[in-house]
């Protein structure tokens, strides 16, 4: 004969902010030639010129990635011409790079940064300290009731993790800052210059909540 083990069920939910692991700065730029592969970022000149730029920044080449090409062709009565528009991602895991990556694209005449996605998983510090908290409250509050009802905590039974949605809907799963390169017309200074002391990251909220089961004597 067996007997049923006492529990009692504890729920506790935490909120915070954590910041960005990474980024993928993505840009277009326009060429005169259509190069397929990853030999347009060596053989396309334009292309060529912005790796060279990000990679003297500390960026390693195999970070920049292209990911595609669209050829637009326009005809007139007594002309043909042809461009090619390129579309580079570049991904920076060291954040202190993002606007360095910013100077160079605003220093190449036929490059546009279209937006900034920000990639937050692997944040681990900040999701470590909001469980801490939870499962601090949640001792706290399964010891007050276990004084209320006249038991013993025993132990943990079990311990069950959720993540919170966002209490502000967002579009996607990464968030994506765009900023129009207006700063071409400033050459007299830089990017990295006029946002010094810019947090240019931004931060996420995020939430967990922790579900525990605690083994309880005395009832």
Not at 6 to 24: F, K, M, N, Y
Not at 187 to 205: D, F, H
């Amino acid at each position: 004969m067996t007997t049923q083990e006492s529990v009692l069920h504890v729920c506790e939910q935490a909120w915070g902010e954590i910041t960005p692991r990474a980024a993928d700065v993505h840009v277009t730029l326009t060429a005169d030639r259509l190069f397929s592969g990853r030999a347009a970022l060596a053989n396309a000149v334009e292309l060529r010129l912005l790796v060279e730029g990000v990679t003297a920044r500390g960026v390693p080449e195999d970070a920049i990635a292209l990911e595609g090409a669209s050829l637009d062709v326009s005809t007139g009565l007594f002309t043909r011409s042809s461009s090619v528009t390129y579309r580079v991602r570049i991904h920076l895991t060291d954040l202190d790079r993002v606007t360095e990556v910013l100077d160079v694209i605003a220093g190449c005449k036929r490059a546009t940064m279209t937006r900034i996605a920000w990639d937050y998983t692997g944040s681990t510090a900040e999701v470590c300290s909001l469980l801490a908290r939870c499962a601090a409250g949640a001792l706290s509050k399964a010891t007050a009731l276990a004084v209320a009802l006249g038991v013993t905590i025993a132990g943990v039974h079990a311990i069950h993790e959720d993540e919170l949605a966002e209490p502000v809907p967002r579009s996607g799963r990464d968030h994506e800052v765009g900023m129009p390169m207006a700063y071409k017309s400033r050459a007299s200074m830089s990017i990295a210059s006029e946002l010094a002391g810019i947090e240019l990251a931004p931060r996420k909220p995020h939430g967990v909540r922790v579900r525990v089961t605690y083994r309880i004597a005395g009832a």
